[in-house]
């Protein structure tokens, strides 16, 4: 990992684009007293808005709200070079390069070397955050420890389930990516995981700390926006990347075995991705695309508009490292049944505000399809139970708990330069 060191700085006045706070030296961050707010904390996210996803939103939120909160956040996220984040002072784009095996991506790694370690040292040196966070280890990862390693900084790394819910298979195909993995996890002086199951699967990367459970939160407060296409009168929802492990295939094949009993039932698929048009074409060879409606990509208030009408939400994933979309189904009220995949059963209740099912089991997603559409019911009670277990997922809870997480860090860091 020596290849990653950004190498030695000179501390310089922080940027005149940034906040109006004092900026503390990272060598004088372990020495911070019991009780006093952390001045900076840097989230190093693998990506970041305008792009969509789980992680971006989670890492715009929690930025938020711990500057709500009184600290000083500054996000930096991977510079892909397509649509940089705008450098206004809370967020910087770092070109985050790694080599691959070929000579050629040796090649371009060395000529695009001396760039990145300049902007991550520009980076810790303006922003002197005293403890960096790793948002979902990518190529952000190798750079934001070496980076903390280097100058003493306290590191801790979230989970976001990367390390089995990338579609890529990063970690399956990169050995760099799980040695560096492997020496952040022995590095870091927190672990924070969206789910008991994500943090079980870090394992096989090596010893690490005992990682603390910091799930994911939702806007409550969030507003409805209109769609441009129409929506059925009556309907079932499934919300998300159209991609393979998100298990759709087997929702449109369970709603065609109810379509035979259960008229006047439709399906709302809402989102995008490459499994688009092979979706669209199982639709025509079931023969049900005249009840089935792909509403494209949305933004998160028109999937709350979707959701708001629906009879329920379906999740049927092959696996969840969380499952968010199981809050926007609570928050609009909706009848919720989940996949019993990965993170879901850990705060899905059975039977009280939603319902768990084996996504692999056809059979017994289109009976509970059938149950759901006849029972008006038992939608109500699962929607009332949600709207009541929503409230416990506010962003505002979820940066509380990295608050404790990121004070501890930089405690532990404190107590050991005292002894």
Not at 222 to 251: I, M, S
Not at 297 to 314: C, F, H, T, W
């Amino acid at each position: 990992m020596a290849a990653f060191d950004p190498g030695p700085v000179a501390h310089r006045p922080q940027d005149p684009d940034r906040a109006e706070v004092a900026p503390v030296p990272p060598q004088h961050a372990a020495r911070l007293p019991r009780g006093r707010p952390l001045v900076r904390i840097a989230l190093a996210t693998s990506s970041y808005l305008p792009r969509l996803g789980g992680v971006e939103e989670h890492v715009h939120h929690v930025s938020a709200s711990l500057r709500e909160r009184g600290h000083d956040v500054v996000v930096w996220t991977v510079d892909q070079g397509d649509e940089p984040a705008p450098l206004d002072g809370t967020v910087r784009a770092l070109p985050c390069p790694l080599p691959n095996r070929s000579f050629g991506g040796i090649a371009r790694w060395l000529a695009a070397f001396p760039r990145a370690a300049s902007a991550w040292r520009h980076a810790v040196t303006s922003d002197a955050p005293d403890v960096i966070v790793v948002q979902c280890f990518g190529a952000n990862g190798p750079w934001a420890a070496t980076t903390a390693r280097r100058h003493g900084i306290p590191l801790v790394y979230a989970n976001h389930g990367e390390t089995f819910m990338d579609a890529h298979d990063a970690f399956g195909t990169s050995a760099l990516l799980r040695r560096a993995l492997g020496r952040t996890l022995r590095q870091a002086r927190a672990v924070t995981s969206c789910s008991a199951y994500a943090a079980a699967d870090l394992a096989r990367f090596g010893a690490h700390r005992p990682a603390r459970v910091v799930g994911n939160g939702i806007r409550l407060d969030l507003e409805p926006q209109p769609l441009t296409t129409g929506l059925p009168e009556r309907y079932v929802a499934g919300v998300g990347r159209l991609v393979e492990n998100k298990g759709f295939q087997a929702l449109l094949t369970a709603f065609a075995r109810l379509a035979g009993e259960s008229a006047g039932i439709d399906l709302v698929i809402a989102g995008d991705g490459p499994e688009r048009r092979r979706l669209e074409e199982l639709a025509e060879d079931l023969g049900i695309s005249e009840r089935v409606v792909f509403t494209g990509a949305l933004q998160r208030g028109q999937v709350r508009r979707v959701l708001d009408g629906a009879l329920s939400l379906v999740v049927p994933s092959h696996v969840e490292a969380f499952g968010i979309v199981i809050l926007e189904g609570w928050r609009s009220g909706a009848a919720v049944l989940a996949t019993d995949r990965g993170g879901p059963p850990e705060f899905v209740r059975d039977e009280v505000d939603g319902l768990l099912f084996d996504p692999l089991d056809i059979d017994a997603l289109a009976a509970l399809l059938a149950r759901i559409a006849s029972d008006e019911a038992l939608r109500g009670r699962l929607g009332e139970s949600g709207r009541r277990a929503v409230a416990r997922y506010s962003w505002a809870r979820v940066a509380e708990l990295y608050e404790g997480v990121l004070e501890d860090a930089v405690q532990d860091v404190a107590a050991k330069g005292r002894s």
